[in-house]
Nanobody
Framework: QVQLVESGGGLVQTGGSLRLSCAAS????????MCWFRQAPGKEREFVAA????????YSADSLKGRLTISRDNAKKTVYLQMNSLKPEDTAVYYCAATSRQYASRWTAKLVYNYWGQGTQVTVSS
């Protein structure tokens, strides 16, 4: 049984930092692309960043790339999202997701991710 468990969310002031973690179990972690999505109130779930088994990464926008860093530790079966210079518009539930490497060509598409965590709330106060 595959499980993805996020942690590290919380309340932070504008300009602050958080590091989200997602611990995976029940899968061969090094065979999977790992991803972070987020969903703000009243909005659809959107792609944030993804990272392949070899560390190759992609971000939804250059603006996010400058503030967010996705990384992974295959030995610990954990993916991270370091978030700096947080803004109120970053407020959302952040979800970890996983998909197999066969979907590498579509790794920003929500529909290819078949394993999801329960989400962790990030709230940025102004």
């Amino acid at each position: 049984q595959v499980q993805l468990v996020e942690s590290g969310g919380g309340l932070v002031q504008t300009g602050g930092s958080l590091r989200l973690s997602c611990a995976a179990s029940g899968l061969t972690f090094s065979d999977y692309i790992m991803c972070w999505f987020r969903q703000a109130p009243g909005k659809e779930r959107e792609f944030v960043a993804a990272i392949k088994w070899d560390g190759d990464s992609i971000y939804s926008a250059d603006s996010l790339k400058g503030r967010l860093t996705i990384s992974r530790d295959n030995a610990k079966k954990t993916v991270y999202l370091q978030m700096n210079s947080l803004k109120p518009e970053d407020t959302a539930v952040y979800y970890c997701a996983a998909t197999s490497r066969q979907y590498a060509s579509r790794w920003t598409a929500k529909l290819v991710y078949n394993y999801w965590g329960q989400g962790t709330q990030v709230t940025v106060s102004s």
